[in-house]
Structure formats: C-alpha cells, structure tokens
C-alpha cells in the first residue's frame, strides 16, 4: 500500500510540473514584474503581469513571475503597482521654452512622454529635418509641429495666407496653426491646406463663424476657442453679436507701457486679459448671458459629424483669468522655472487687480465656470476632446509637467470621469495622431513610453498624480531618477540666477 502511495504522490507531482509552465529565459532587456495593467480603451485591469521591454518597444506581456532575466537583463518588482501609457501633452511650447531641457525634464518627471508642440519656425523645422536632437538629455517624443504660427503679419490676404501654407508645406510642417486672421484669409488656409493634406488648427477668431469653421474641415480648436468664439456659436444672439462684432472689429492688443515693444508682447503672451479690447470682455459677457445649451448640443453634434476635435487647455484659461489666485503666486513647483519667468509672472499677477476691473473679473470667473459646462457638454455629445495644457511657452504659471496634471484636476472639477481623463491624454491623442498600432495602450509591439502608478487611476483621478516610474523610449526612470530630474532643474535655474543678483 506505500508503494502505491508512494507511485501516486509522484504521478501528482508530475502533474503539477507538466502544467506549470517553464519561466522564458531572456538574456536582455527590462521586465516590469508583477505589474496590474489599466486598458484605457474601457478601464478593465489586467493583473499580475511581466512586461518585457526591449530595443524601445514592448516585447511581451505575460502572467507575473514568468519571464526570467538572465545576462544584461534586468527585472524590477513592481507587485501593487498599475502601468498606463505615457501621457501626451497634446497643447506644449516645450522647443519655445526659456529652459528648453529643464521643460523636458519637468515633463519626463510628471509623466509626459510625448507632445504636439503648437509653435514652430523654419529653424525648428530645418532641425529636425536633419535629423539634429532638440535635446542632449532624454525627452519626451516630438509627435507634430507646425511652421510659423498664421497671423495678421504673415496671412494678412488670402493670397499671402495661401503663400505662407505652401511655403510652410515645402519646410516640412506637419500641420498649419492660426491664431487671429481675418476671415476671408482664414477660409483661404482652411481650403489650401486641405489640397496639400495638411491638417488645419488653432484658435478661432471671434470674426470667424465656428460653424463655418467646423464645417470647412478645422481639426482641433484649442483654448475653446479662446474667449468668446465657440460660446458665441452657442448664443441665441449669435446673428445681432457678430454683425457688431463685424462692425466693429477686434483692435490691435493693448500692450500698455514696457521697456521696449517685445518687453511688452512678452507681457501681452503672457497674460492676454491684460492686453483685451474692454469690447471684448462685453462679447464675452453677452455671449454668457445668451447661452442656450440646447444650441451648443447641436453644435457638438457639427464637432463630432465634422471630426473636429477640441483640445481645452482649462489650465491656461484659468490662470490668465484667475491669475492672481495665491495657488499659482505660491506654488512651490516655481521653483523650476527660470528667474525671470517668476519674477515677470509675480509681476503680473501683482498689476491684475488693478489693471482689470473688479466687475470684469468677477465675468471672468464665471466665464470660466461656463468653459467647464462647456467640456462635460462636449464629452456628453461626443465630441473628440485631447488633454492639453499650453505650457512651455509664455503662459502664466503654466509650468511644464505639472500643469497637465493640474489640467487633469480641472477636467475632473468640470465632471469626466477618471478613465475620461485618462484616455484624452493617452489613447485620444493616439487616435488623433493615427498611431493607434504603436501607442495609447500598453500591448506587445506598442511604444515603451509608460507611466507607472501607485494607485488605480480608474478609480480616482488624483491617482494619475502619484508616479512611481516612468519608461521612455524603453528606458526606465525610477521615482528616485525622477527626483533627481527636479532637482537638477532647480539647481541649474538656482545658478543661472546667480550671475543677476552679484
């Protein structure tokens, strides 16, 4: 009877052997073990995992605990933790930066893999055609950039316009931005950039109908317009407020007094409120109290039949018309920024007050709780939306990195859900860029530009803040290299203030 037991013990153990597959030996390479994987196409979760990264790319995913590194490979235990895609910040001005690498750094360091930089030129473009690095660090991936932004001083005519896209189609543009043209010049664009298969984006013009704008193939607008432009399209007033506005139309910005005409754009980029025609806070006002929901609904339903996407940037909105809020003066993440970005920020948050009327920013206020109406309408509908957050470039207090995760915070105030926000900064911005195969979920063959989490994401926003590592382009940043990310960035702004106060 031992006997038989003794054969049967180890016909069992044999068993148990033949069903446990053997662990994959691999030689090179990273392996993420143990890892709960988010799927941002419906939130489901995928636990206990290995992700096998090699040569930039995800190799393999695979049950927790069966790929065995060997050789130069390397695993990390990452049991408790949950892996996304690496943000994209879809609104940057990272290569216009004053401290060009010390914004790659903030953004690698608060998860940004990759960005669409909304401001070119000839230089930017001849670089990278190249084939010269933006940068002698890592950084996030340059996923699209225009030529030189579409203004009254390049696109003033329709023929100059048309003259601009073309020459901005042979320098190798990928997409064509405009800020304020008129109309005539604008619908120009619109169609000579849909005959070079170019995409058309920006911000829309208050003289500029956005149904016509929606309905003439513009693929983004950003800002929600900005001010007035799409909620004017939203107003039951919309025919009597632009025959005025046509009648009467924006003036020139009002830079006011400064120590020199680009002192004073400077001044002007950095808060547009404080360069805004008194009319145009009226048209804002106007267009507010005539809001009908109803119409914007149908608005969205031109958005989502047209394909036009909207990117909110509510960050930027809110600390140009809340900008002397004591959370942007004192946040301690300023330390980042170079010295005289602060120093001309604290500046003019100091002149807000005085330069704008009290009734004025009390609009203001509610003009932007009207933009984040604007985005839970807009979602409800289905309108195509992107996470963004204009950093990089003069915006005040918008720090890069970390201003995408305030943009995260304010989506969340506006109503989405958590898996919402997740999907516009990764699996949207995928889609819109038509690189659905190699990026916006985690899967074998995709890109290795992941973010890991300490907590669920789909179960609270605020856990997309708490980054434990960060994979770009297969090579691992742990929290304490994301640390020291920031901390050489303060230092390097602390030395080059050095030289200014001796």
Not at 166 to 189: L, M, S, T, W, Y
Request: charge should be positive.
């Amino acid at each position: 009877m031992g006997v038989v037991r003794g054969f049967a013990g180890l016909a069992f153990a044999a068993f148990l052997l033949a069903g446990t597959p053997a662990r994959a030996q691999v030689a090179q390479g990273l392996v993420l073990d143990g890892v709960t994987i988010v799927d941002t196409r419906d939130g489901s979760l995928s636990r206990d995992r290995a992700i096998l990264i090699d040569r930039g790319k995800i190799q393999r995913i695979a049950r927790a605990g069966s790929i065995a590194p060997s050789g130069a490979a390397r695993r990390v235990d990452m049991h408790g933790k949950y892996v996304v895609p690496g943000y994209l910040d879809m609104h940057s001005h990272s290569l216009s930066a004053p401290d060009r690498d010390g914004a790659f750094a903030l953004m690698l360091a608060n998860g940004v893999t990759g960005y669409r930089q909304m401001s070119g030129s000839p230089e930017l473009l001849a670089q990278r055609k190249k084939g010269k690095p933006f940068s002698a660090d890592l950084a996030p991936e340059l996923l699209l950039m225009p030529g030189t932004i579409l203004t009254p001083l390049n696109a003033g005519t329709p023929q100059a316009a048309i003259a601009e896209v073309d020459r901005q189609k042979d320098e190798g543009a990928d997409f064509i931005k405009v800020i304020d043209v008129r109309p005539d010049a604008f619908f120009a664009v619109a169609d000579e950039a849909k005959k070079l298969g170019l995409r058309f984006l920006g911000h829309l013009p208050p003289t500029v109908n956005v149904w016509d704008a929606t309905a003439r193939g513009m693929r983004s607008i950003e800002h929600l317009g900005p001010k007035e432009s799409i909620v004017l399209g939203c107003s039951t007033d919309e025919d009597a407020m632009r025959r005025a506005i046509a009648a009467t139309p924006p003036k020139a910005p009002q830079v006011g007094l400064g120590p020199g005409l680009a002192a004073a754009v400077e001044r002007a980029l950095a808060n547009p409120d404080m360069a805004t025609d008194p009319l145009d806070f009226k048209m804002m006002q106007r267009s507010m109290e005539t809001f009908s929901a109803a119409k914007c609904r149908k608005l969205a339903a031109a958005f989502v039949r047209n394909g036009t996407w909207q990117v909110p940037t509510l960050i930027r909105s809110r600390t140009t018309d809340i900008a002397d809020d004591p959370r942007y003066r004192d946040d301690p993440n300023l330390v980042y920024m170079p010295a005289a970005t602060r120093a001309l920020w604290q500046d003019l948050a100091k002149q807000f007050p005085t330069r704008i009327p009290a009734e004025t920013r009390a609009m203001l206020v509610r003009f932007f709780t009207l933009r984040l109406r604007l985005v839970k309408l807009f979602h409800d509908a289905g309108v195509p939306m992107m996470a963004g957050s204009d950093s990089g470039g003069a915006g005040q207090w918008d720090i890069p990195g970390f201003s995408l995760h305030q943009e995260f915070d304010l989506l969340a105030e506006a109503g989405l859900t958590p898996l919402t926000i997740l999907q516009m900064t990764t699996l949207d911005g995928a889609r819109f860029l038509g690189r659905e195969a190699t990026m916006g979920t985690v899967a074998a063959g995709k890109d290795a530009d992941l973010v890991v989490l300490d907590a669920n994401p789909i179960a609270n926003e605020r856990n997309l803040h708490r980054i434990a590592a960060v994979v770009r382009g297969g090579t691992l940043l742990s929290r304490d290299d994301l640390d020291r990310l920031l901390e050489k960035t303060k230092e390097r702004q602390v030395a080059a203030a050095l030289p200014a106060q001796k």
